[in-house]
């Protein structure tokens, strides 16, 4: 297998080979095997699920609930109805938030969270802590962005009724102590959201053996489509979960002045549900187990490593994390001196080359770096070492088409 | 005209080395423009005296669109009243947004150098920032 066979697979990328796509981290290319299986889905068996009682819609409904399967499967979830299909990150983690959070945080507690959480692992909290008389608490991590043992100590204890951490920080790449966490967390009484946007794309994730309490990801990060994504939620806190959204689908029996609830997952997806996004996702999840970690795991890390030498060469540059790529997740966040990011990023543009400029949902996280806004170049394993080059070239040329003789 | 162009030929003079950025020890009206998803971010002071603004400068940080921008703003808006501020306010936002004519143009002066920014939807905020943070706080006089 070889980059250029791949690349062969995304006809976004094979059809604009001038193009250096370096925004993965915010949203991945996708496969034909993708659009077409969606495209399959809409052409073979559309139907509205889980209600129709004719071949399209059982067909449609089965499709889905294999999509559910593969997706548990594939992170690890002991039973496909852990797995509540929503349509991102952002909403899988304000399910727990209004879910969870308002049924089970009470005055005085505290809510731990790292400073490097995106906002929308942040707001939702703000919400929960607002609602219910509860406290933030800030777990900081050192200057490679690392979160001591010390720090999971001195923050998460008998106050602590839930931790919300991403798994991998969407900013600085690190990988946070999801084990360390969860292990404290669960000795202190508190459960743990874990944000695993940046994680389920890059590699292996088992949230059985992890012991996580809820575990969101989006399908869009990881070669899936747009407006699918997921939540795992262990067993007996699922049981005991009250729904989020209510409506169509979600119900068993309703009178005028009452309803009783769906079985599980369908308890907590209400209206149509995105039967096509799954079966999206379902086939992203085939192409990657085809792919395979270990291989992905490898271009990021060498096409990472490559970046990160030819950056340290440019004196202008400050590089946020680990100085190791390997601890990057693909992701390369930096500042050009002199050059607002947003400039840096319209002159790479004319030359072609995507990447993201700003705080990256990320504000307190740019607060305690103390920086305004950064710029962020992020691999994915179908990008190549000529595309990190000609990111580079174009990189060296930006102070000087702003006016520094440098 | 491309960006790179664009910085090379206006944008990097004023925002390397702009006319009118400072802190001012006597403004009688400062107003506070922020892009909350740019994070540029600026103070505007303006000395009016009988209706006419006299002096103003800026301080804050940004990128160099927004910079270069309010610094040209300030050079068409001296001397002039609250009402030909304004005028000159509503030309600059007509041409951002592809509508303006050649005599907008031609008020507009050096600031029509941005013209092209009708063309860059994710700059358009950082060219206009200036010029609403100047009709905000005229609007309340």
Sequence with gaps: MTVEM???????????????????????QRPKQVTDAITQFYETANANPLRGLYDWSMRATALY????????????????????????????????????????????????????????????????????????????????????????????????KLVAVGHVSNVMGVTNPVEQIIARA?????????????????????????DADFYAFSGHKMLGPMGIGALYVK????DKLPPFLTGGEMI??????????????????????N????????????????????????????????????????????????????????????????VHPHDVSSVLNEDHVCVRAGHHCAQPLMQFLGVGSTVRASVYFYNTEDEVDRFVRALSAVRGVMGYGD | ????????????????????????????LVLRGVNPSCGDDINLQMKIEDGVITDAMFDGSGCAISQASVDMMIDDIIGKSRDEALDLAGRFMGM???????????????????????????????AVLGWHTMEEALANL
């Design chain 2, 1 to 28: 005209m491309e960006i790179k162009q664009l910085y090379r030929e206006i944008v990097n003079e004023h925002n390397l080395h702009p006319n009118h950025k400072g802190t001012m020890t006597d403004p009688t």
């Design chain 1, 65 to 160: 609930e294999e999509a559910r399967e593969h997706v548990a499967r594939f992170i690890g979830a002991p039973l496909p109805e852990q797995i509540i299909f929503t349509r991102n990150t952002t909403e899988s983690i304000n399910l727990v938030a209004y879910s969870y959070g308002l049924t089970n945080i009470r005055e005085g507690d505290e809510i731990a969270l790292t400073v490097m959480e995106h906002h929308s692992d942040i707001l939702p909290w703000q919400m929960a802590a607002r609602e219910r008389g509860a406290k933030l608490t800030w777990l900081e991590p050192d200057a490679e962005g690392v979160i001591s043992e010390a720090e999971i100590t001195a923050k998460i204890h008998e106050k602590t």
């Design chain 1, 275 to 338: 039967a096509a996004g799954a079966v999206g996702l379902d086939a992203a999840v085939r192409y990657l187990e085809r792919i395979g970690f270990d291989f992905i795991r490898e271009r990021e890390e060498a096409l990472t490593k490559r970046m990160m030498e030819a950056l340290s060469t440019l004196p202008y540059i400050r590089v946020f994390g680990s100085a190791d790529p390997a601890k990057h997740c693909g992701i390369v966040t930096f500042t050009v001196d002199g």
């Design chain 1, 252 to 273: 068993e029996y309703v009178t005028r002045e009452s309803a009783t609830w769906a079985e599980l997952p369908h308890k907590f997806e209400a209206g149509t549900v």
């Design chain 1, 235 to 238: 067993k007996e806190i699922l």
């Design chain 2, 96 to 126: 951002i947004r592809g509508t303006g004519t050649e005599e907008d143009l031609e008020a507009l002066d050096e600031a029509a150098a941005l013209q092209d920014v009708a063309h860059m939807p994710a700059r358009v905020k950082c």
């Design chain 1, 6 to 28: 791949i690349r062969e697979d995304f006809p976004i990328l094979a059809n604009h080979p001038e193009v250096v796509y370096l925004d993965n981290a915010a949203t991945s």
């Design chain 1, 186 to 210: 669960h000795a202190v009484g508190a459960v743990v959201v874990i944000d695993g946007a940046q994680a389920v794309p890059h590699h292996p994730v088992n949230v059985a053996e992890l």
